[in-house]
């Protein structure tokens, strides 16, 4: 009996459902995107009222809504990665563009607020040479600011083309992180700086933050926390009512949570030089 070869399957076409999937995170990345574009306008705006003459409750309002702006956009920049995890729809293409994306809303948009909210103000009340000269380094901390995160961001780009490590770790401050920092202070802070020992104080602060994000320091990643599982109630009502504080007292809580995860990277660095462990694997270097 004569054997029947059997036919070959046609190959697949990607339909418009599998397309959308792959746009889908992408179209967060332009959300992403749009916040950033919006924070600066609106930071020019604040201070264009200030440079004018116009009441600092005129300004702050400004501020703040760059400052809420970022933080849209940290969750817009949260959802976009694991959305295109969980769809399996990951591409070269959304990896370039996520951080193209991120070096302008979190590099360029928070270090102009950095300096249009803690540093200019500033300089329009006093006028002494001391003052003065807080200008010239204003520039050069919120540009080191900018500079550390584009360099976290390719330091990210080449690490994602050699074999993956633990995961659970970021090493260095990512780049959302260090700009939720800053939002998150002018969100609680609302009025714009005017002297100039609270404006050194925040410049430190911008420094600070740019070393953290190019430092070997460990962060956590939660990138192992699977959504897709069960899980118990009491998490659940966590969530809930972290949420809940949140939208009732977004300054305190926003500025908790944002300090105490810049925090955590130097604070298990001197837990680790104190109390000696194992060697644990190789962190990924993730934006």
Known sequence: MESVDPVPEPPRKRGPVRRGLYVLPS???????????????????????????????????????????????????????????????????????????????FGVAPAFLAFAWGIRPVEEIAGSMLVQHLRDVGWVATFAFVICGAARLARFNIQTVRPAGDRRFFVGLPIPAGAGVVAAVVHWAKYPVNEWVYAVVWLVIVVVLAFLMVSRMRYYSFKTLDLRRPRSYLLIVLIGVVLYLIVEFSEPVLLTIAVTYAVSGPIMRLTSKIRPHPPTPKEVHAA
């Open 27 to 105: 179209l967060f990345t332009v959300g992403t995107l749009i916040c950033g574009y919006y924070a600066i306008l609106a930071t020019l705006h604040g201070t264009q009222m200030l440079a004018q003459g116009m009441s600092a409750d005129l300004a702050l309002i400004a501020f703040d809504s760059a400052a809420k702006a970022i933080g849209y956009a940290v969750v817009f920049d949260g959802l976009d990665g694991r959305i295109a995890r969980l769809t399996n729809a990951t591409s070269d293409f959304g990896r370039e563009f996520d951080s193209l994306a991120d070096v302008i809303t």
